[in-house]
């Protein structure tokens, strides 16, 4: 135990007599050089595009996926769409979100500010499924039938749930072609 002691303090102890460049007691006498040259440089000071307008931020509307699921669940979605339909839009584009937004109980007014909200909401298989068992679907379908017969014509169960629809015969005698399009595919 003591040799490996001295073994240790033997270094510290001649390097403790040593002279040192780095180390000096007057300032005078070390003359440190910096490795590189610095040159100053004058540069403008560096500006975000948001605050020079340059890129219009405040035009474009940004989605995300667990963003879209968040905004579909909002109980005054129809208020937001109402103001920019461009955000109905961008949730529709997560399949998620879209079946969130197709059993919204406000759907009537969302559907009245974006006219294709049946079309965007049956893009996606399972979004069209619950767009056809939500009772408030009604002014949906009538407003743009187009959409719900290209998700009859994909997938068939479809009509058969549309059937089972508390309003399904007002929807028949609102758009009697949405009849002929469930009775050519059941």
């Known amino acids: 135990m003591i040799n490996k002691n001295i073994a240790v303090l033997a270094p510290l102890l001649i390097l403790q007599f040593l002279p040192c460049p780095g180390f000096a007691e007057d300032e005078d006498q070390v003359q440190l ?3 590189k040259k610095v040159v100053a440089v004058k540069s403008e000071p560096v500006e975000p595009s948001f605050l020079s307008w340059k890129v219009d931020t405040l035009g474009r509307v940004r989605s995300d996926g667990r963003l879209a699921k968040r905004l579909a669940n909002y109980h ?5 769409v109402a103001a920019n339909p461009e955000i109905s839009e961008a949730i529709c584009n997560h399949r998620r979100a879209a079946m969130i937004i197709a059993k919204h109980p406000r759907i009537t007014e969302i559907a009245e500010a ?3 909200l049946c079309r965007r909401i049956t893009k996606w298989k399972g979004a069209a499924r ?5 009772p408030n679907a ?3 379908v009538s407003r743009d039938p187009e959409g719900i017969y290209r998700a009859i014509r994909r997938d068939k169960k479809i009509s058969e749930i549309l059937s089972k629809n508390p309003v399904f015969n007002q929807m028949i005698v609102d758009n009697p072609e949405l009849g002929r399009v469930i009775s050519h595919y059941m």
């Open 130 to 134: 619950r767009l056809a068992a939500n």
């Open 138 to 140: 009604l002014y949906v």
């Open 76 to 80: 005054w979605l129809d208020k937001m």
């Open 33 to 35: 050089k910096p490795l």
């Open 114 to 116: 974006d006219p294709y």
